[in-house]
């Protein structure tokens, strides 16, 4: 299972939602490296998802290691909110996205990957000082 502190990636503020319901305000770890965004048993649950008898696991592997894992896939809402006072519908809203749930993750509740979600935004990532910066942004906000 990967820890918190073995990541060194950006973190967004993100609200997950399902069939009208959302998930408290969470840090989630953004990874370009990840092909899946995978959410935590305990965030799916708080939401009211469950697997469905015809939900069979599948197979994944642990970002940054060779650790695998079972995940059950599912559609769910990713919203981008700014603060955690922000109303998800607000935010930057990817609906019906694939997510993953699995506690492959650890004590991250949240990691967003490139399937489904990241995918579908623009986004600029700086890691060198003094422009660390992350920025996401749906494709159509994009200047002319």
């Not at 973190?11 to 408290?24: A, M, P």
């Not at 469905?52 to 809402?77: H, N, Y």
């Amino acid at each position: 299972m990967l820890q918190e502190h073995e990541v060194k990636a950006p973190k967004v503020l993100v609200r997950i939602g399902y069939e009208g319901h959302w998930s408290r305000p969470i840090r989630a770890l953004v990874d370009t490296g990840s092909p899946l965004t995978i959410i935590s048993p305990d965030v799916a649950q708080t939401l009211g998802w469950s697997p469905s008898p015809e939900t069979q696991l599948e197979d994944i592997q642990g970002v940054g290691s060779q650790q695998a894992a079972s995940a059950w896939k599912a559609m769910m809402d990713v919203a981008f909110v700014q603060s955690p006072a922000q109303e998800p519908t607000l935010g930057l809203l990817l609906q019906e996205t694939v997510v993953c749930v699995s506690p492959l993750i650890g004590q991250g509740p949240v990691l967003i990957g490139q399937h489904a979600s990241l995918e579908r935004l623009r986004f600029t990532q700086r890691n060198q000082p003094p422009f660390w910066d992350f920025e996401l942004a749906l494709p159509e906000e994009e200047e002319s």
